[in-house]
């Protein structure tokens, strides 16, 4: 592995985020030996810690490796905390003293990443700070990373955009949607390059309907303020799913570039049918959590920091269509719950009876498996792919293909170092999915919902099958 120089920036770094996620990424890239001398990470929040403490948290933080303690001591003494608030210049101009004493110690290459790992008001403040205060470097590349949410609606997305935008331009900005750091995720476009047949067969001739299932079993836990806020369709149907749908729905790229990848995405999601009012009543379907049937779990209006009235769905169905040439007249249909009977994250593929023209057997499903196993199973009609033994569908020709995947924020955090935008979210693409999403939403806000609707530990509201049955089908994932 080549060995990548830069300072990074974490602003949070006291925080869930970097604990969870970050810091344990940056350690694999450690071992990996992509991270090894000429790197620096600096942490800011508002506790006033010092160096030592703070390398002590990020040492706690890789209590899953299975590693000598000498190489995490190492490691982290590439960390360096700086107590900040958001609000104080003062703060910034130290920050930028700090970075630029650790480039010179390390020789990072006037690089930086600036890691948004704090709640999305602050980082208008923050973007705005960081070029008044002139901490862009020159000489070197400034890279800013942002996860979720990119607002809650169009309007409040845009105005977040604008603020960014101002200091970082479109190839400065590295929006993170972590499912498109998962392998699986990541292998589709390859899959469908090496099976021109399954190739062929992705369209509205063949596909009779195309299912994303994000499903998990746990209930809002300890996040129920956040909740409130957001639900399920913002949540997970504007970013995750529709992310997933572009990877299997996007037009062949001409390559694999960052380029050619979002060009065709961004028209896919352009051509996404918005919804009209009439439309959302039949078209899409809410649910929220109530008790399970033994009166044991908590129903989400009961949850800690929800309201008891609460209308805000924890489960999400829908009917999706595009208006592409590839995909008119094929629904895609969609669902996201919590406390689902188990953690599923899938992608099933059903095609038609005309695909026999095509060597395929006719109905055959298609199913890729991401969590809870990254990447791990590929089903034909419910058999394992490699079991399975179909011409169409060759890849990988070996399971410990996926054994040794990178977890989805070391990947990620790689393609960032590497300034490669093709697996991270561009403002187009949320454009689109955004005015698709506050069509459903604006719908919904002027309705009483009659919830809560599906029992904990079940499929979710009825009607999301009814959703199906009315075209004939079904959803292929079914407790
Ligand atoms: P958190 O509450 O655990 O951490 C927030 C951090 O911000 C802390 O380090 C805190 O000290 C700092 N902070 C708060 N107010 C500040 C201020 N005025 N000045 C300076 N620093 C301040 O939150 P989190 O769960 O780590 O989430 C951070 C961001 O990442 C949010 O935007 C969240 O939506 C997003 N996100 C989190 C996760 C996750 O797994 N936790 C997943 C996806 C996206």
Request: aromatic share 12%; glycine share 6%.
């Amino acid at each position: 592995a080549t060995e990548k120089s830069a300072v990074f920036i974490i602003f949070g770094g006291s925080g869930d985020l970097a604990h969870r996620k970050l810091y344990p990424a940056l350690y694999r890239l450690y071992q990996a030996g992509m991270l090894k001398d000429h790197f620096a990470v600096i942490g800011t929040a508002r506790r006033p810690w010092s160096d030592e403490y703070f390398r002590e948290t990020v040492i706690t933080s890789l209590e899953d490796f299975d590693d000598d303690k000498e190489k995490m001591t190492a490691f982290a003494q590439h960390f360096f905390y700086q107590s900040h608030n958001v609000n104080d210049s003062e703060h910034y101009i130290a920050l930028k003293e700090l970075a630029a004493k650790l480039d010179d110690k390390f020789d990072a290459g006037h690089n930086r990443v600036y890691y948004m790992a704090i709640a999305p008001r602050f980082f208008g403040t923050v973007a705005e700070h960081i070029k008044s205060e002139g901490l862009k470097t020159d000489g070197g590349y400034n890279r800013l990373v942002i996860e979720k949410p990119f607002g809650r609606d169009l309007a409040s997305a845009t105005e977040l955009n604008d603020s960014l935008s101002r200091v970082f331009p479109e190839d400065e900005v590295y929006r993170i949607d972590h499912y498109l750091g998962k392998k699986m995720i990541q292998e589709i476009s390859n899959i469908r390059m090496k099976n021109p047949t399954f190739e062929e067969a992705l369209n509205s001739k063949y596909v009779s309907n195309i299912q994303v299932t994000l499903g998990e079993s746990l209930g809002v836990e300890d996040r129920g303020g956040y909740y409130e806020t957001s639900g399920a369709l913002r949540d997970m149907v504007q970013n995750h799913i529709m992310q997933i749908i572009g990877s299997i729905a996007m037009d062949k790229p001409e390559e694999l570039s960052a380029e050619a990848v979002h060009k065709v995405k961004t028209d896919l999601f352009a051509s996404l049918k918005v919804l009209q009012p009439e439309e959302v009543k039949t078209e899409f379907v809410r649910g929220q959590y109530d008790t399970d049937n033994l009166g044991d779990q908590k129903a989400y209006r009961d949850e800690d920091n929800v309201d008891e009235n609460s209308n805000i769905e924890t489960y999400v169905a829908g009917r999706i269509e595009f208006s592409d040439d590839r995909w008119n007249g094929t629904p895609f249909y969609v669902r996201s719950g919590k406390r689902m009977p188990a953690k599923s994250s899938r992608i099933d593929i059903v095609f038609n009876d005309k695909v026999k023209d095509l060597g395929i057997k006719p109905n055959t499903t298609v199913s890729f498996l991401i969590e809870p196993e990254d990447g791990h199973s590929i089903l034909i009609n419910g058999i394992d792919y490699l079991e399975a033994n179909q011409d169409f569908l060759k890849f990988p020709e070996d399971k410990t293909y996926f054994d040794n995947a990178r977890e989805a924020y070391e990947s990620l955090i790689i393609d960032i170092l590497a300034g490669d935008h093709v697996h991270f979210t561009l403002w187009d693409e949320l454009q689109s999915t955004w005015k698709y999403i506050d069509a459903v939403r604006e719908q919904w806000d002027v309705e009483e919902p009659d919830f809560p609707n599906y029992l904990s530990g079940t499929m979710g509201p009825e009607a999301a099958d009814t959703l199906l049955e009315r075209d004939g089908n079904s959803w292929v994932w079914d407790d």
